[in-house]
């Protein structure tokens, strides 16, 4: 998954794309980068391995000068995690430098990809954007714009895009919306692009709108002009942005984050009710508004009994043997007055592999606590996402092979109620057929390469149960 950012129109657009990139750090952890487009029409790129804090400083920012800019951070979900792959991509093109930063996942890369190698096209990266790139350059149409639609009508999957040629900045988005894309503008006349509306607020820009399903925007010279859409096909927004990926203070997809969230918490407790039970609690961050929705449906009391350390970096040393297999324990550390002797509801937002969650309980329990409910806000993630969320193959997806009973007893708890699907539409809103639901239902809406990543159905053995 990936964050990304436009800018046009303002004398320091790669301060501006800085911040914005900032704000989208969740969305990618991997990797972050900036082109930035001088009046010449001159292209500096900045890009490394590791956060936005960690990759920019300032005189790099200081040597990306220009007033037009695009951003991306990245997690990779094809392609592996190197600095060849990091984005934006940019490349020389007959007019000008060609820049691009993709968030989604395109479902048919390796074809394209193996197609255009038999051509003779050579790859700098393994990333499925950088087909895109060697399309748009192959194209046999005259102006850059008809380049674009003619690489976009070969591509199939998810991809919202920022794109600079030349001085011009696009952004588009797949005609099936899988990824959001926002419009804001900035008080001085200038225009960004980001991922989500909190970009937006920390760039310091007003929402105009967001981009819909198959838009195709050009942004030149303080003007936004609509160019011709992309083939119509029926909208398919993902609906795990909202369960897990955005943030609760952005607007994606026409809805609040966070009313989601506080939605889907209060679907589950009216289908999954622990009664008798002391407290409810959130496996912080990404269930906290949902554990809310959950504790105001039910009646009962929020507690904080999960603390987590948000210093985490992406790689621990770990110090001593026993620190090794402590994982969850670097995360999350369990407030012990809130847990003895109590009966407790635990919130998550989703159960992926169930390692974690695993692992939470039995921090939970050794905190005190008597009865573990668990509860989790969407339904059971049955198969991979090719459409730029990371999940890991099928095999590891524990709701794939194992019923309820058998997670249950493997995450050791006294009881586990997952959210239906018709629960998280209710909770969605709108029009159920607007969403993408592939992981939990199975109802992919474009062709799957095979299922690349996951293999055959197989069944994985579950390590032995607590005592419940
Ligand atoms: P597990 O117990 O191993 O299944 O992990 C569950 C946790 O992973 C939940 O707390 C989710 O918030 C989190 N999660 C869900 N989807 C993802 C994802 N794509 N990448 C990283 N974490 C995720």
Redesign the pocket.
């Known amino acids: 998954?990936c964050g990304i950012i436009g800018v046009s129109g303002v004398p320091d657009a790669s301060r501006v794309a800085y911040l914005g990139l900032y704000s989208l750090q969740h969305r990618g952890q991997e990797s972050a980068g900036i082109v930035a487009v001088d009046p010449a029409g001159d292209a500096r790129l900045h890009r490394g391995m590791g956060l936005v804090s960690d990759v920019f400083a300032e005189d790099v920012l200081a040597g990306l000068a220009g007033d037009v800019a695009i951003g991306h951070t990245r997690y990779s979900t094809t392609g592996s995690s190197v600095l060849a792959n990091a984005q934006p991509i940019l490349a020389n093109y007959r007019d000008g430098p060609l820049a691009l930063a993709h968030n989604g996942n395109l479902t048919n890369a390796d074809p394209l990809r193996a197609d255009l190698v038999a051509k003779g096209s050579i790859f700098q990266t393994t990333s499925d954007s950088e087909v895109l790139i060697h399309l748009i350059a192959r194209s046999e149409a005259r102006e850059p714009e008809d380049q674009l639609l003619d690489a976009l009508e070969r591509v199939e999957g998810a991809y919202s895009l920022v794109v600079t040629v030349g001085r011009t900045l696009y952004a588009i988005v797949d005609s099936r919306g899988f990824r959001p894309l926002w419009l804001g503008r900035l008080g001085n006349g200038g225009h960004v692009l980001a991922s989500e509306t909190c970009a937006l607020d920390l760039m310091g820009a007003t929402p105009v709108r967001e981009i819909g399903p198959g838009e195709f925007l050009r942004i030149q010279d303080g003007e936004v002009d609509r160019l011709p859409s992309l083939p119509a096909k029926p909208a398919r927004r993902c609906i795990f942005e909202l369960v897990?990926?955005s943030r609760p203070d952005s607007t994606i997809f026409g809805r609040s984050v966070d009313r989601v969230r506080r939605a889907l918490g209060r679907e589950l407790a009216r289908e999954h009710p622990a009664s008798g039970a002391d407290c409810v609690f959130s496996?912080p961050d990404?269930?906290n508004a949902m554990a809310l929705g959950f504790a105001e449906e039910a009646g009962l009391k929020l507690e904080h009994a999960l603390i987590r350390n948000h210093y985490v970096g992406r790689t621990f040393i770990n110090p001593t043997q026993a620190a090794r297999n402590a994982k969850v324990k670097i995360k999350f550390n369990p407030v012990r007055e809130v847990l003895a002797g109590k009966n407790v509801v635990v919130v998550?937002?989703?159960?992926?592999?169930?390692?974690?969650?695993?692992e939470?309980v039995q921090m939970i329990r050794q905190a005190g606590a008597v009865e573990v409910h668990f509860r989790l806000a969407s339904a059971p993630i049955t198969g991979p996402c090719y459409y730029g969320?990371?999940?890991p193959t099928r095999s590891e997806l524990?709701a794939s092979s194992h019923s309820v009973e058998e997670i249950r007893r493997h995450l050791g708890v006294d009881t586990l109620g997952y959210l239906s699907l018709a629960g998280m539409r209710r909770a969605a809103g709108g029009d159920p057929a607007e969403f993408c639901d592939a992981c939990f239902s199975g109802d992919y809406p474009t062709a799957i390469p095979g299922d690349v990543r996951g293999g055959a159905r197989q069944l994985v053995p579950l390590q032995p149960a607590l005592p419940v």
């Open positions: 998954m897990y990926f496996v990404s269930s998550d937002d989703s159960l992926v592999r169930g390692t974690t969650s695993r939470l969320i990371d999940t524990i």
